[in-house]
């Protein structure tokens, strides 16, 4: 059952929170090989279902109330374990719930717990966490994805109705395309970033991971919106998702991105996303191809951009005020290497030492302010695009997902993962990824991208989809 | 300031493959405040020449006349608030997550002998 589903069920009494609350904690504690959750909260789970149960009882509430769901652990929840995935904050007890936390807790909703998820959410596979990878249900020797691979795992395996991500260079769409999702990043600065655990601060941004594009709209309604303790968030009214999922395709301009669909994309990812664009054309939309030409330099942009900004806030782990300190440090330098070096893991210290170098004196200019510079391209490309189309659509990935241990040891190729979904965190719009297919049983995604604020058309294109497919209700044969 | 082309020798030019040193990491690693084994330098002196070799084909792009972006949202200007007092006094709660504290101060290693 989707959380809408549930939520009706709740209210037309069906049956309870309580009810539904302990359905959930079961699967999870019977889905423990999928290692999709480092913290569960059954104790807080049943509080928070007992507390909805009698809302709902007196009438009160909305769509979620009851409705249990799992936090990706870059969320601090106040009193609970919040890793990151990281050695770093394995004994960090966050002592404040982010704003994402708080206002689903507002809206009623149970959280069963805190998920799995590469470490400081740098990776595409979720096999960066200290916390060890994470399996994909629908085949155990595959990854689910990353970084939001726990959260992807637990709502495909239905260990919970829904979850929440985030995504930065692609951390939400990509486990939501390898896992039969709908994985919606919403527009940079339309969800409040205070108390979700900074990686890169001018990409992050906070989502959802959902078993349909209505849910997304539900959940994303009740995190969205201005929060005057993150400055970057932006002041837009937040639309009636939900009410707007209605809108027809006729008329809708897509545009189709050449350079997504060049060397690399796997054949049978290719196709199911070509008959996907065939559907859309059926509901009356029209196709266009496009070319963004700049796009193909997203991932080199990226992977200056975001290791920049990481070294940057990864400095604030230094063994003093939080997290992990090295044993009998010699003095205040070698409690901070050893610390840094023991807390953080090979990617994380990757990344940093990349972003050290690029920032570096005598290479700022050549690497920094030059990705800034390709950045702006970028965004040009995309603000050309949608002067001519409403959406832009291609794949998700450019394969299904891989096996476990099959990228770990070349980063560039784990990279290559993002390829396509890094523009729009560049460019800081909204995406989504749909199931549109399954590749020799595994699950493969359609992106579709819009221009800034544009969730309500983007949640409406991937509701009009799911209403003419069956995809996003396939389950993984084992959790079936 | 630190002068990185001081360390390395040589400033990579468009398409030039970029070879890391042990030292070079080793500088990198120090700067960055993050303890290397010996067995991991070699590893990561291969991993970041490639990292390097990899964005270096965006010295190939045409940028001249363009103005970086730092930022997603243009015209999007910092939030100020009214310069008053929000928080209440959490330092306790705070520090219980803190490795070493006394007397209500974070401790370190001493640093002046």
Redesign the interface.
């Known amino acids: 059952m989707t959380a809408a589903e549930i939520g009706r069920g709740l209210r037309a009494g069906k049956f309870t929170s309580i009810e539904v609350t302990r359905h959930f904690l079961e699967r999870i504690d019977r889905a423990g090989q999928l290692n999709a959750f480092i913290t569960v909260t059954p104790e807080r789970a049943m509080q928070d279902a007992k507390r909805a149960d009698a809302r709902i009882a007196h009438g009160e509430g909305g769509p979620l109330t009851g409705v249990p769901m799992a936090h990706k652990d870059i969320f601090c929840t106040d009193g609970v374990l919040t890793s990151a995935g990281s050695r770093m904050l394995s004994?960090?007890?966050a002592?404040y719930d982010a704003t994402v936390v708080e206002r689903l807790a507002a809206a009623g909703m149970v959280m069963l717990g805190k998920t799995n998820m590469d470490e400081f959410a740098m990776g595409s596979s979720n096999e960066t966490s200290w916390y060890g990878p994470v399996r994909n249900p629908w085949d155990g020797t595959k990854v689910p994805g990353g970084s939001s691979g726990g959260s992807a795992a637990a709502v495909a395996a239905r260990l919970a109705p829904v979850a929440t991500g985030t995504d930065t260079g692609g951390s939400i769409r990509q486990p939501g395309a390898l896992t039969g999702l709908t994985g919606f990043k919403p527009?940079?600065?339309r969800v409040s970033r205070y108390g979700m655990i900074a990686f890169a601060s001018?990409?992050d941004q906070a989502g959802v991971l959902s078993q349909s594009a209505e849910d997304a709209a539900l959940v994303l309604a009740v995190m969205a919106g201005h929060d005057?303790r993150d400055?970057?968030s932006?002041?837009v009214a937040v639309p009636d998702y939900a009410a707007g999922l209605g809108v027809s395709m006729n008329g809708l301009r897509i545009g189709v991105i050449r350079e997504f669909f060049g060397e690399g994309l796997e054949e049978g990812t290719g196709r199911a996303v070509r008959t996907a664009l065939e559907g859309f054309k059926a509901m009356g939309a029209t196709i266009v191809e496009l070319s963004l030409p700049?796009l193909p330099?997203s991932?080199?942009?990226y992977?200056?951009v975001a290791p920049a900004e990481c070294?940057s806030n990864l400095?604030r782990f230094?063994?003093?005020?939080?997290?992990?300190?090295c044993p009998e440090?010699?003095?205040?330098?070698?409690?901070?290497?050893?610390s840094?070096?023991?807390g953080?893991g090979?990617e994380v210290?990757?990344r940093?030492?990349?972003g050290?170098?690029?920032l570096?004196?005598?290479?700022y200019d050549?690497?920094y302010?030059?990705?800034?510079?390709?950045?702006?391209?970028i965004?040009a490309d995309f603000r050309k695009a949608f002067s001519e189309v409403d959406v832009l659509m291609g794949p998700t990935t450019p394969t299904p997902a891989f096996a476990i241990g099959a990228k770990v040891d070349d980063?560039?190729t784990m990279?290559l993962n993002d390829i396509y979904t890094i523009g729009a965190?560049?460019?800081?719009?909204p995406a989504v990824s749909v199931p549109c297919g399954l590749v020799d049983g595994l699950p493969v995604g359609l992106q579709i991208i819009g221009p800034?604020f544009a969730e309500q058309r983007l949640l409406a294109a991937a509701h009009a989809w799911q209403l003419e497919t069956e995809w996003h209700r396939k389950l993984p044969p084992l959790f079936a | 300031m630190y002068d990185f082309r001081q360390v390395f020798g040589i400033f990579p030019t468009p398409g030039a493959i970029v070879t890391l040193t042990r030292r070079d990491v080793e500088a990198i690693a120090l700067l960055a405040r993050l303890e290397i084994t010996e067995e991991e330098l070699p590893v990561y002196a291969g991993s970041l020449s490639r990292i390097l070799g990899f964005i270096d084909q965006l010295a190939a792009a045409a940028t001249e006349g363009v103005e970086p972006m730092a930022h997603p949202l243009e015209n999007q200007v910092q939030a100020l608030r009214d310069d008053v007092v929000t928080e209440s006094d959490h330092r306790d709660r705070y520090q219980g997550n803190a490795p070493d504290v006394g007397a209500g101060l974070y401790l370190v290693p001493k640093v002046i002998e």
């Open positions: 004994n960090f007890v002592p527009t940079y600065g001018s990409l005057p400055s970057t932006v002041d700049n330099l991932v080199p942009t992977y200056v070294s400095s230094d063994g003093v005020r939080f997290g992990h300190r440090p010699r003095d205040l330098l070698d409690m901070y290497r050893r840094r070096g023991e953080f090979a210290k990757r940093i030492m990349t050290t170098y690029v570096s004196a005598g290479y050549a690497y302010l030059k990705a800034q510079k390709v950045r702006s391209l965004n980063p560039i990279y965190n560049l460019a800081g719009l800034h």
